[in-house]
């Protein structure tokens, strides 16, 4: 598949923030400048479809903004520098996994922000890889789900190092063949979290 490079521009100016490099998502893959990679945000608490939720492990996080549409997971929605690509369906290139093994991911970051979670959700046995990725396609509970700073009110949270990786080595799923698997880091102090998609063969 080629790979496409985008010139940030006016039109398309908008926070950025991070995406995941390791193993390669999608978005990772289609864009080799970090841009639009990083930018793709939208509300938190997937599969939840509504904005203004406050968070329920720390209540006095900022509410929620609007989660992304069915459809629009991969992209979170946004518009700008090609990203709406991300949300097509077409024969993505794949991360060989194994199944119910250790795998390292690791977040690249643009801008500071105060962690609450990141959890990661992984498409259902038989799930349609001919349609577009929705809500129902998924797990609806993360295989995955790490709180690194517990409770801790977001004002309390130490603002993590610029530009510094983070990573997580996790159990994956018992899965065979082509899945989908969707990593959502959530801040603490937007209302935001920003949405990556894996293509993997699980074997």
């Given amino acids: 598949m080629a790979t496409a490079k985008t010139t940030r521009t006016d039109q398309d100016a908008a926070p950025l923030h991070g995406w995941v490099t390791q193993p390669p998502s999608r978005a990772a893959r289609l864009f080799n400048d970090g841009y639009p990679s990083n930018a793709l945000e939208a509300g938190k608490f997937f599969p939840a479809t509504e904005a203004g939720r406050t968070d329920p492990l720390q209540p006095s996080d ?3 903004d609007m989660p992304p549409a069915d459809g629009k997971i991969a992209s979170a929605g946004y518009p700008g520098g090609g990203a709406p690509q991300l949300d097509e369906v077409r024969d993505w290139r794949k991360v060989d996994l194994a199944s119910g093994g250790q795998q390292k991911f690791v977040w690249n970051f643009t801008m500071q922000h105060r962690t609450r979670r990141y959890n990661y ?3 259902k046995n ?3 890889p ?3 990725l929705t809500r129902a396609q998924f797990e609806p509970v993360p295989f995955a789900k790490l709180e690194p700073n517990g409770d801790t009110p977001y004002w309390e949270l130490p603002m993590p190092p610029h530009g510094v990786p983070v990573e997580h080595t996790i159990t994956l799923p018992e899965r065979k063949g082509y899945h989908v698997v ?3 880091w959530e801040v603490a102090d937007t209302g935001a ?3 990556q998609v894996i293509d993997a063969n699980f074997a």
């Fill in 62 to 64: 900022v509410p929620s």
């Fill in 121 to 123: 959700f992984v498409t």
């Fill in 126 to 128: 038989g799930w349609d």
């Fill in 130 to 132: 001919s349609q577009p």
């Fill in 182 to 184: 969707l990593g959502v």
């Fill in 193 to 195: 979290a920003f949405y």
